[in-house]
């Protein structure tokens, strides 16, 4: 199991992860993103959040949800 290569597209995928969630403006001590691999080698990414940047998700998802059903 090649745990590195996980742990490679996982860190890529946080950075994507990173830039989209500091673009809607949650980005400091309340957002936590961690890489890792799982037991098989496949690259994890972790999102630990305080309640507040939970909320601000919560309500970006909905949002981004409401747009496209608007959309259709």
């Known amino acids: 199991m090649d745990y ?3 742990w490679r597209e996982a860190t890529s995928a946080l ?3 990173a830039d989209a969630l500091a673009a809607a403006g949650l980005k400091g001590p309340g957002v936590r993103l961690r890489a890792g691999a799982e037991d ?3 690259g994890v990414v972790r999102l630990e959040l ?3 940047a ?3 998700v919560a ?3 909905l949002d981004a949800v409401a ?3 608007r959309k259709r």
């Open 59 to 61: 309500k970006l998802a």
């Open 67 to 69: 747009g496209v059903s």
């Open 4 to 6: 590195v290569e996980g």
């Open 15 to 17: 950075a994507e992860l």
């Open 54 to 56: 939970a909320r601000a």
């Open 40 to 42: 098989d080698g496949s």
């Open 50 to 52: 305080t309640v507040p």
